[in-house]
């Protein structure tokens, strides 16, 4: 961490609460080093923290700027440092009716709130049910792009399967919905592309190996089959057998408890190739040693298809092709 001179504050917008400007002792940082490296059971080793900084006469208010302060220096995500103080809130109500815990709630900006909490300040309905129908992307997350999934979507698969502070992946992230959602919604998010258009997405071709990280997820958005020319190395316009291989590839390659896979059918029945079709069945036959958990229907906006376009397929016995789905795997 950062050292503190006498007298002086850190190099954050943010300085310490009250007029004593003091640091807590070698072994109440030592906690919230354990705090780090114990990852999800970090509760014991925060409470003997804030009872030892309790023990040097600090305040609560002084003991969550502290704790914010070191993770801080130590770069951990703000999602897990705020999982591990919202604790001190807890603690807080049951030991103190002072003013200190609307200070804390103040310190916290508020961004301690549940999936639900979030979601309803983002006008974004939970779907309890299998078929999520959203008619419009939401353009506040994610840039503009070939095509733009409904942060909807990822929205509801985050809050029925994952948690706040979980790992998510996407491995092709495209306008990068999903990492503005998870950041949104308190997850860490590990964004790749092939093609990146965005600082926060790394360049990376999943043909060639999976992202070597463990997960909670992974949420899964490959390209429409066929249907779109996404630039250089995209597998959107490969021959079938190689398009397929990629996720069979992968799924011997992830190391996630799940996967979110977004896709939807492709046949080319109308020019009589139907050797290229690409249906739901044949994304999960890819997946061995995983089960499907839930496949959730999230069609395709009937907007995008033109006055025109509709005419010409009633006059010809047509259908066009809305269906999405989402497929929830998880490991056999």
Not at 182 to 192: G, N, W
Request: net charge neutral; glycine share 4%; hydrophobic share 35%.
């Amino acid at each position: 961490m950062e050292e503190l001179n006498e007298g002086k504050t850190s190099n954050m917008e943010e300085k310490p609460p009250m007029e004593v400007i003091r640091r807590p002792s070698k072994e109440a940082f030592d906690q919230l080093d354990l705090c780090i490296k114990a990852h999800g059971a970090f509760k014991n080793a925060f409470e003997k923290y804030i009872k030892i900084c309790l023990d040097d006469s600090f305040t609560y208010v002084q003991i969550n700027f502290w704790a914010r302060d070191y993770f801080k220096a130590k770069k951990v995500s703000e999602s897990t440092s705020l999982r591990i103080r919202q604790d001190l809130v807890k603690i807080v109500k049951k030991e103190t009716k002072d003013l200190e815990l609307e200070a804390i709630d103040k310190m916290l900006d508020t961004q301690i709130k549940t999936d639900l909490q979030i979601m309803k300040s983002l006008k974004w309905p939970v779907r309890p049910y299998d078929v999520w129908s959203f008619q419009s992307a939401d353009k506040r997350f994610g840039l503009e792009y070939a095509t733009r999934m409904p942060a909807q979507i990822v929205a509801n698969a985050l809050y029925f399967f994952t948690e706040q502070g979980d790992t998510i992946i996407d491995p092709m992230a495209g306008g990068g919905v999903v990492g503005d959602v998870c950041k949104r919604m308190q997850r860490l998010c590990k964004m790749y592309d092939v093609n990146p258009i965005r600082e926060d997405v790394h360049k990376l071709d999943i043909t060639q190996g999976f992202p070597d990280i463990e997960a909670d997820l992974v949420f899964w958005d490959p390209p429409y089959y066929k249907k779109i020319d996404y630039g250089p190395d995209s597998i959107s316009m490969r021959p079938k057998d190689q398009f397929l291989n990629v996720f069979k590839k992968a799924a011997k390659e992830i190391q996630s408890k799940r996967i979110a896979l977004l896709v939807s059918d492709y046949d080319d029945e109308y020019n009589n190739n139907s050797q290229d079709n690409v249906f739901i069945h044949d994304y999960i036959n890819q997946f061995d040693d995983w089960r499907v958990l839930r496949i959730i229907q999230c069609p395709l906006t009937t907007e995008q298809i033109r006055a025109s376009q509709y005419y010409n397929y009633v006059k010809n016995k047509k259908l066009f092709r809305l269906g999405r789905y989402l497929v929830i795997f998880q490991h056999a």
